[in-house]
């Protein structure tokens, strides 16, 4: 298979907080001297990034960060997301694949395996170590004989497997027995240690526990792993919920759209008067209105019609933003010839000068540009990334894209109207100097914002694991020469 050595996280359950202990796990090896790849054979998730016309999941992209090296798509060979009607998009190497069904998907799985065996192969040979991801539970005794992401890929990488459980939750020493008693014999010989995450209180309550489980299956738990507030976008739609609110000056609401994607785009509103909404009376007294990315804009648009939000907004004299998807509904048409959800012509907002048309061909990329559709914040740089099937002509552009994966370029972005504007720019509010001064304009009143320096964030998140986590052994056990 390579050289490397893999390290394995799995969990008892999804968002367990796999995805952030192997971002942790990638920067303390990285900054040991190792060279280290993060891998996860197969994400769902609504979170991805362009990253030079590939796509791939944020999570993988951040654990690349994480070890210093340049985001790839073999970190993250498999991509699913959920596009409706039982099926979702197969992002393969970065590329679109087709829309299948789970039944489908699980009829390809050796064709998909091929690709996580290469990709992984790949990996081992430019690396020291290989930090793999599980995905959700390896015990789920319906989903076994399809698995191409735990104890499969485990197993070819040779891997020693740590365990993580949610203590916070409750039933974290119940969750690992349970997931261990279910695992075949050769299963259990592949986990070396389990992990308790997110704890919040005195560790030594948790003694009887750990000798249990250390006395039962002769493995240690090699981590109590506080629970950690953190700035890291998160990766699990699970981690979908409204933060605690700090300064209610500012009231910003998003409407919690069906299939909402690269919802990361709002992290920044942390510590605003800023929540989802499920209902169009939510929506009252906003000072900003957000329609987000979505990965079926056309049935998201047919979804704000049936709950009243299409005609509420409509209604509502505010401050309205659109991104992506968001952006396309709040224009006059969206034209799908088969791309989103069959062929058919629906009727936007109508709050922007603009059409989209659903081309097969899809836009994944970094973009760089510069504000020119608000008067008081013409000239503003902007960075983020697009990833798209839609093409979509309008009136009055946002913003002009200057750079797309650092190639020279000049295009026209997204659309301005009144108070209302969309845009393309996934990321857009991550840029600072914009957000300050947009909300200043929209508000009228001092804005204070801090930014997200992401980096900055891996490193306190990492430190504190590297703190509460035996290292040490974790290498111990897969032998490094």
């Known amino acids: 298979m390579g050289k490397a050595k893999a390290i394995m996280v799995q969990g008892t359950a999804s968002n367990v907080g796999k995805s952030l202990i192997t971002l942790a796990l990638c ?26 016309g590939k796509e791939m999941s944020v999570a993988q992209y951040l654990q690349c960060l994480a070890c210093g090296i340049e985001p790839k798509p073999e970190v993250n060979p498999i991509l699913l997301k959920p596009c409706g009607s039982g099926k979702s998009d197969v992002i393969l190497l970065g590329e679109p694949f087709k829309k299948m069904s789970i039944r489908e998907y699980y009829r390809n799985k050796e064709y998909l395996f091929k690709i996580v065996k290469e990709s992984l192969k790949k990996l081992m040979k430019e690396s020291d170590i290989v930090v793999i991801e599980g995905a959700g539970s390896p015990a789920e005794i319906n989903l076994k004989k399809y698995d191409i992401v735990n104890m ?50 005195d560790p030594s309550l948790l003694k009887s526990g750990i000798e249990y489980l250390e006395e039962k299956y002769g493995k240690r738990v090699v981590g109590i792993v506080p629970y950690v507030e953190n ?18 000056k500012i009231k910003i609401r998003v ?46 648009l047919e979804f704000m019609k049936r709950k009243g939000f299409f005609d509420k907004i409509k209604e509502l004299d505010t401050n309205i933003v659109g991104i992506c998807g968001g952006y396309q509904i709040l224009g006059k048409k969206l034209i799908d010839r088969g791309v989103e959800d069959g062929y058919k012509t629906l009727e936007g907002l109508s709050l922007l000068d603009a059409k989209t048309v659903y081309l097969r061909e899809k836009r994944k990329n970094f973009i760089q540009g510069r504000v020119v559709g608000i ?14 099937h839609g093409y979509t002509l309008a ?14 370029t000049f295009e026209y972005d997204g659309s301005v109207g009144g108070n209302v504007f969309g845009t393309y720019f996934h990321g857009i509010f991550n840029n600072i100097e914009f957000t300050k001064k947009y909300l200043e304009l929209i508000t009228e009143d001092e804005v204070e914002i801090e930014g997200i320096d992401i980096m900055e ?16 052994y974790i290498l111990s056990t897969v032998k490094l020469s």
Do not use: C, W
């Open 27 to 52: 920067r303390i090896l990285s900054k040991r001297g190792y060279r280290v790849a993060p891998f996860k054979a197969q994400n769902m998730s609504l979170n991805s990034i362009g990253v030079k």
């Open 231 to 248: 700035r890291i976008y998160d990766e699990d739609s699970l981690s979908l919920i409204n933060r605690r609110i700090i300064n209610k």
């Open 395 to 408: 009136k009055n552009p946002f913003s002009i894209v200057e750079r797309v994966n650092d190639m020279r």
């Open 375 to 388: 008067d008081k914040l013409r000239g503003i740089r902007i960075t983020g990334y697009e990833i798209r």
């Open 152 to 201: 499969k890929v485990a197993k070819l990488a040779k891997a020693s497997v740590f365990l993580v459980a949610d203590i916070d939750r409750g039933g974290a020493f119940a969750s690992i027995v349970g997931t261990m008693e279910l695992l075949e014999n050769d299963e259990r010989n592949l986990i070396k240690g389990f992990i308790l995450n997110k704890f919040r209180g």
């Open 255 to 300: 409407v919690k759209l069906r299939y909402i994607s690269n919802f990361t785009d709002f992290k920044v509103f942390e510590g605003l008067d800023f929540k989802y909404v499920s209902k169009p009376e939510e929506l009252e007294n906003a000072d900003l209105i957000i329609i987000p990315g979505t990965k079926n804009a056309i049935r998201d």
């Open 457 to 472: 964030e891996i490193e306190r998140f990492s430190r504190i694991v590297e703190k509460h986590l035996d290292v040490d």
